[in-house]
């Protein structure tokens, strides 16, 4: 079971894509897995036969769980545990070791936390549901069919062992929600119309029919949207609580840079073109091997610089809420593969199609609220990222050239930075290699 | 709903499957309206252009920011004369 972030802690195998004997190959989806953020899909690192599945569908397990063996090469033989403990198929493992070595036959052994995940009521997932994420909500996946219900509803009423048979739903199309959960949970230890720590929209205990969902608020606790406010609550409170953030900010001159990608543009077809959006984060990623102490994790009271630049990038949700996967080793990729990298992040975050690996291993995050029409923006950092880049809207400014007053557009670039890792120096000289760069694009 | 109207919804609803044109005041800048960003227009132009064979150009973007405006963009270009010439339409003003 990846981690998907440093508060996850255990995700539901919701669903298998590959079975025992398949071939597999580096890259390849074997599973989706539901967590706080959404359905996630889980990737291979290696090429070779799916082996043995370990994890059942429907089973919750902690972070670090072996969910299936890969047997590497291309033998047919079903060679099960026995020599080289095949590898894992997530690498981001903390307790792999131990799990992998012990070839013990009954993978009831993997879940050394709680053993029978029973008390799920809704848990047979039908075997064969095929995920069609026409919508950004992506909590039918693994849904059974008579109970709708938010993976932070089944994750609430295993907690709280709550039969989710039993609980009204309010979400959309009368889907159970996790403020139902609560509701439900209330209810039982004092009946009366005890507020839930959430938003009350329901106006008392009234035991509402069964499937009216009663549509308050069309934001209220929708369905993926819980489960997403409760990962960035817990992500962001933990950054505010444990990173001593400083924060820069500089404006930065497009006017050649946007002139340059205007021409550019000027000559592409619609699937062609390069948003400035996507400029500002290639400049970002190709700047960042330069100022290494940017780019990185801390962990264990130490910074852990990163090889590549996985370059987060904060997209929001139109359901709410937002996600941040990563775009891969960015700093190698050119203008357009930066696009393309782009638009197919924002494209499958809002289908709920991201895979685990995006969300996991970033290495610095870029948020940019320009559509919105903000000036600038300063960011919360991600942890265990030590960076935050903030990017405003870019509109016409008064800039002086030479002795003139010009009106060029502008953005402002800003950074917030984790004051363990990095200095103002160091991170005013990131913001100003940022700005050349543009500045010498075109 | 004309049939321009229905390619323009259909083209818009896998990049904002919430949104109803018909909530929309078609005199009005549309991106606001429907809360659409920067890479979310850019997705409405090419599935328009997948279905109408019509390449707005980044140039016209002014030309085509309401939902009035945009129709009468996308007649001016050709559409619904009945010809859905496939991608045939270059960026030419």
Redesign the interface.
């Known amino acids: 079971m990846p981690s998907l972030g440093a508060d996850m802690q255990a995700g539901i195998l919701s669903e298998w894509c590959k079975k025992p004997g398949d071939p597999v190959k580096s890259g390849d989806i074997i599973a989706v897995v539901e967590t706080d953020k959404g359905a996630i899909e889980v990737e291979v690192y290696s090429t070779g036969t799916m082996g043995r599945i370990l994890v059942a569908e429907g089973e919750k397990v902690p972070v670090g769980t072996v969910l299936a063996l890969i047997e590497e090469g291309r033998s047919a033989a079903p060679t099960p545990p026995a020599a080289a403990p095949p590898p894992p198929i997530v690498q981001d493992l903390a307790a792999s070791r131990p799990i992998v070595q012990a070839p013990a036959p009954p993978p009831a052994v993997q879940a050394p936390a709680p053993p029978p995940v029973v008390q799920a009521p809704a848990a047979p997932p039908p075997p064969s549901s095929v995920p069609a994420p026409?919508?950004?909500t992506s909590a039918p996946l693994s849904s059974p069919p008579q109970i709708h219900a938010s993976p932070a509803a089944r994750h609430r009423a295993r907690e709280l062992e709550i039969d989710l048979a039993g609980v009204t739903g309010s979400g959309r199309h009368g889907d159970v929600v996790r403020s139902d959960v609560d509701l439900a949970a209330a209810g039982r230890v004092h009946p009366g119309p005890t507020a839930p720590p959430t938003a009350a929209p329901a106006p008392g205990p009234t035991p509402a029919p069964p499937d009216a969902a009663p549509p308050t608020t069309p934001q209220s606790p929708g369905t993926p949207t819980a489960s997403i406010r409760r990962a960035i609550a817990s992500a962001m409170a933990r950054s505010n609580r444990e990173i001593p953030h400083y924060y820069l900010s500089l404006g930065i001159d497009l006017r050649q840079a946007l002139a340059w990608l205007?021409a550019r543009?000027?000559?592409?077809?619609?699937?062609g073109?390069v948003?400035?959006?996507a400029l500002l984060l290639h400049a970002v990623a190709h700047t960042l091997p330069q100022f290494p102490e940017l780019n990185g994790t801390w962990s264990d009271d130490a910074f852990h610089p990163a090889p590549t630049v996985n370059l987060g990038v904060a997209i929001?949700l139109?359901?709410g809420g937002l996600v941040n996967p990563c775009i891969h080793d960015a700093a190698s990729l050119d203008l357009d593969a930066t696009m393309s990298g782009?638009?197919d992040l924002?494209?499958r975050a809002r289908a709920g199609r991201l895979r685990a690996s995006e969300l996991g291993e970033g290495t610095i995050t870029v948020t940019n609220l320009g559509?919105l029409g903000v000036d600038e923006t300063y960011g919360v950092i991600y942890p265990p990222q030590v960076a935050l880049v903030g990017f405003g809207r870019i509109a016409p400014q008064p800039v002086a050239v030479d002795d003139m007053l010009a009106v060029h557009p502008v953005v402002r670039m800003t950074l917030a930075a984790d004051h363990r890792a990095s200095d103002g120096h160091r991170g005013g000289m990131f913001l100003s290699a940022v700005a050349r760069f543009l500045q010498e694009i075109a | 709903m004309t049939p321009l109207r229905a390619h323009i919804a259909a083209a818009l609803s896998p990049v904002a499957p919430e949104a109803d044109l018909g909530t929309v005041d078609p005199r009005a800048p549309l991106r606001p309206q429907l809360d659409l960003d920067s890479m979310d227009f850019l997705r409405l132009l090419a599935g328009l252009k997948q279905r109408l064979g019509i390449d707005i150009p980044e140039g016209d973007y002014g030309k085509v920011a309401t939902l009035d405006a945009l129709e009468a963009y996308l007649t001016a270009r050709g559409a619904g004369l009945g010809a859905q010439s496939e991608g045939a339409d270059g960026a030419h003003p």
């Open positions: 026409a919508e950004p205007g543009n000027a000559a592409r077809p619609v699937e073109r948003l400035p959006a929001a139109r359901s782009l638009a924002v494209s559509d």
